[in-house]
């Protein structure tokens, strides 16, 4: 089966630019994650989905950071307007359900400057 | 609190001696535990996981776990090190409310 697909897998911006990445979890999968990776931290939950409902966005900085998935597949995660501590990779994960084992997207590598 | 801890930041060992990745935590309920490895420039990928039966789960590339519920620990384990294990390695614990708290992770180092 295809994986979990994301894009861009690097990007470089300014402060107070803004941002988007997209996400294409598992076919059939009707959960989706949003992590923040820094360096040499574990992941943070950002956001979760399922289906097209948010499941859990306790942790997501809502001034700044946006996603929706409309449709309940793909999914896209903005930030507007970035500050230098959102310097991190971004993980989209899917899971058939909530209690099940993720699979992780290779990751969006966001470096402000 | 619920948490998740990874008390070693960096783990060594040589090829092909055993090697122990720790983990502890600290969830109400029975917990489903997860391992999960990053390799370098990749996204993280499932190892192992236990939710109930036997204390010992085996799982991919000859990982294997055990469960101790007196000392809330699932210690990741594999008998003979490879160069190849080198990599980044992550405990996870999901709450009865579905919830995933993660560790911070291990840095495992295989020297040849």
């Known amino acids: 089966e295809a994986g979990v697909a994301q894009s861009p897998r690097y990007k470089i911006i300014e402060k107070r630019q803004s941002v988007a990445f997209w996400c294409n979890p598992i076919?059939?999968?009707?959960?989706l994650y949003w992590y923040q990776q820094i360096l040499g931290q574990g992941p943070k939950l950002l956001i979760q989905?399922?289906?097209?409902?948010?499941?859990?966005d306790s942790q997501l900085p809502k001034d700044r950071f946006s996603a929706e998935r409309l449709k309940g597949v793909d999914s896209t995660l903005k930030i507007q307007p970035a500050k230098l501590e959102d310097s991190a990779v971004y993980l989209c994960?899917?899971?058939?359900?909530?209690?099940?084992?993720?699979?992780f997207g290779a990751g969006s590598r966001l470096t402000v400057l | 609190a619920q948490s998740v801890a990874q008390p070693e930041d960096q783990v060594n060992v040589a090829e092909g001696n055993p090697l122990t990745v720790k983990c502890t935590y600290s969830?109400?309920?029975?917990?489903?535990l997860f391992w999960y490895v990053q390799y370098p420039n990749r996204g993280l990928q499932f190892l192992l996981k236990?939710?109930?039966?036997d204390n010992l789960v085996k799982g991919s590339y000859g990982f294997e776990a055990e469960f101790n519920k007196s000392q809330t620990s699932f210690h990741l384990k594999k008998p003979s090190a490879l160069v190849s294990d080198s990599a980044l390695y992550f405990c996870?614990?999901?709450?009865?409310?579905?919830?995933?708290?993660w560790g911070a992770g291990t840095k495992l180092i295989i020297k040849p």
């Open positions: 994960a899917s899971s058939l359900n909530g209690a099940n084992v993720l699979t």
């Open positions: 969830v109400s309920g029975n917990p489903y």
């Open positions: 076919s059939g999968h009707a959960t």
């Open positions: 989905f399922q289906n097209n409902g948010v499941v859990d």
């Open positions: 996870a614990v999901r709450t009865v409310n579905y919830q995933l708290i």
């Open positions: 236990y939710i109930t039966g």
